[in-house]
Nanobody, 119 residues
């Protein structure tokens, strides 16, 4: 199994930046891709961005494209989400997730980190 621990959430004003980190441990050799999801109060969890672990190609939701950047450090087994030009609607709990080789969906999740953006 893969264990994921997020950090870096907090408070920001609109237009500011925050950087989230996710540390992966356990059976990390099985990781095919990692991603970020978020869940705002009263809403369903939504996809934010993902990165393929061996190749590094990325994919973003339209709501964050051009503002957020996902990256990885394979040697340190860390995933990052640089969030720039934050908006109040980015307020949510952000979750790190991983998808194993052969899996059809993300199958390991962190506990989440709160991001709050004020106007």
């Amino acid at each position: 199994q893969v264990q994921l621990v997020e950090s870096g959430g907090g408070l920001a004003q609109a237009g500011e930046s925050l950087r989230l980190s996710c540390a992966a441990s356990g059976r990390t050799v099985s990781i095919y891709a990692m991603g970020w999801f978020r869940q705002a109060p009263g809403k369903e969890r939504e996809f934010v961005a993902r990165i393929r672990w061996p190749g590094g190609d990325t994919y973003y939701s339209d709501t964050v494209k051009g503002r957020f950047t996902i990256s990885r450090d394979p040697r340190r087994m860390k995933l990052y989400l640089q969030m720039d030009s934050l908006k109040p609607e980015d307020t949510a709990v952000y979750y790190c997730a991983s998808r194993a080789v052969g899996a059809t969906d993300f199958n390991a999740w962190g506990q989440g980190t709160q991001v709050t953006v004020s106007a």
